[in-house]
């Protein structure tokens, strides 16, 4: 079975902070991706990353950035967290010629 | 997770009872979707898929219809069951256009009445 870890459920953090979300999948994906979720928005792309090191922009990638040192793990960064990017943040991922994306448990994130 | 399920379209069904969801995809180009499942709380978990070379494709009680000429997909549940409350959404991609994206659709919420 696939696998896509998510390094927090919950986060409480503040206005100002920098934030660290990490992803972890153990199945030797190429592709990673950064998605928020939220009510009468549904799921947006941040960010997605196709190999160790490579990244390009999604939709939304304002106020983000990401990273990916190692093929396993794709980070996403909130520089300087705002009360706009409370949010539920999943993390997705998929073999390079496969088209399905599994995802991860999702990190509820809350900026204050 | 709860607030997933705000503003969205919602489908009630009786506990054993078919259910029905519907997707408008808006990509004539698009050739490959999905259905996801989304439990309060949880991250989407895939549940079926097809390709456009076809109209119908089967699981375990549930069924994926894909009609092309007026570009709708619907997922079939059979004989709903208290676990499968959740919000239903289809993703659509265009995998000839060598694009890694799905794009996903706002999704229905599924409650069924025990």
Redesign the interface.
Known sequence: DVKVTQSSRYLVKRTGEKVFLECVQDMDHENMFWYRQDPGLGLRLIYFSYDVKMKEKGDIPEGYSVSREKKERFSLILESASTNQTSMYLCASTPRTYDTQYFGPGTRLTVL | ?E??????PTLSVQEGDNSIINCAYSNSASD?F?W?KQES??????II?IRSNMDKRQGQRVTVLLNKTVKHLSLQIAATQPGDSAVY?C?E?N?GAGS???T????TKLSVIP
């Open positions: 997770g607030s997933v399920g705000l503003h969205l490959y999905i996801y709380g949880k991250g989407p978990q895939f898929d959404f993703a991609k995998s890694y994206q799905l996903f659709g706002k999704g």
